[in-house]
């Protein structure tokens, strides 16, 4: 039966019209496509903010967000139910090899020490710790190299995670065995099964929300490499242009930016060459 038939036979289901309002409302929020094939999805994720709230159902939970202002305080906690989350450590290796191998040594060559680098799309934070593992044996291998990490996601339950740095156990395997051994300590409680992440990688990178929707990411100085990676595929082409203008627009001359390998850019004018597989340099 579907979502409209539901809700007219009194069922507690999320109604095409409720599922409309919502998705336009997630879109413009975020970039975030919410198709009608989605609807399951997104019931079964809001059904625990029913919980959350006390509101008993759908549609007095749509009510409250577009009729009683409630979407002010209710956005962030929509926006964490509705995003998707997958990382792992080392995900799409060749990004990382080309980093330490070709990205790194050229910035260093051409003058660049103090190194800013930026995950933007950070889920529970993966990817800027092993940006960080990378980066802090390179600066090992470089004296005088110093380097910081900007992590950033839309989601603030996922930013909590990162932070931490805690991690199950089985989750860093991707990691080479001399990197966790440097970089990654056991809990003496064997029976937790966790991890974190080093004190020293944690101390290089600053976590902080931020919606790539934004007309302009506020992130200081320039970047020197940028990851936007696995997060492009949930919009539009036209969301697409604009983030990637925008995330160009912090890079230095000679930065680097990291794409997904299932995501492109072509058909879209930035100000930058293909270097390697879903990598691009700053012209």
């Known amino acids: 039966m579907g979502a409209a038939l539901r809700a007219q036979a009194g069922e507690d289901g999320l109604s095409s019209r409720n599922f409309e309002a919502l998705s336009r409302y997630i879109y413009d929020y975020s ?32 009510d409250y967000l577009f009729k009683h202002g409630g979407i002010e ?20 290796p060749k990004h990382f090899d080309f980093m330490e191998r070709t990205g790194l040594p050229e910035l260093v060559a051409a003058g660049h020490k103090r190194l800013r680098m930026w995950s933007a799309a950070c889920s529970i934070g993966a990817e800027p710790y092993t940006m960080a593992m990378v980066l802090q044996d390179f600066a090992d291998s ?19 995670a990162a932070k931490r740095g805690v991690y199950p156990r089985d989750m860093i395997q991707p990691v080479p065995a001399d990197l966790q051994r440097r970089h990654v300590m056991v809990s003496r409680v064997a029976a937790r099964g966790e991890v974190r992440i080093h004190p020293r990688l944690r101390s290089t990178i600053g976590f902080a929300r931020m919606n790539l929707m934004d007309s302009a990411y506020k992130v200081g100085e ?8 696995n997060v492009l595929i949930y919009f539009d ?22 794409v997904g390998h299932s995501e492109t850019v072509t058909g879209i004018t930035l100000p930058v060459r293909q270097v390697a597989n879903t990598v691009f340099k700053k012209i």
């Not at 956005?75 to 799409?92: G, Q, S």
């Open 142 to 160: 470089n004296p005088g190299i110093d380097y910081r990490i900007l992590a950033t996601d839309l989601s603030t339950e996922v930013l909590h």
């Open 222 to 229: 320039p970047m020197h490499m940028i990851f936007c990676r």
């Open 237 to 258: 082409k036209q969301t697409q242009a604009k983030v990637l203008s925008r995330l160009c627009d912090c890079l230095v001359p000679g930065g680097f930016l990291y």
């Open 31 to 62: 970039g975030i496509k919410m198709p009608i094939t989605k609807l399951t999805m997104l019931e079964g994720r809001l059904r625990r903010r029913l919980r959350a709230t006390g509101i008993p159902n759908f549609n007095d939970y749509c």
């Open 73 to 92: 305080k209710e956005a962030i906690f929509l926006i964490d139910a509705v995003t998707t989350n997958k990382t792992d450590f080392f995900r799409e």
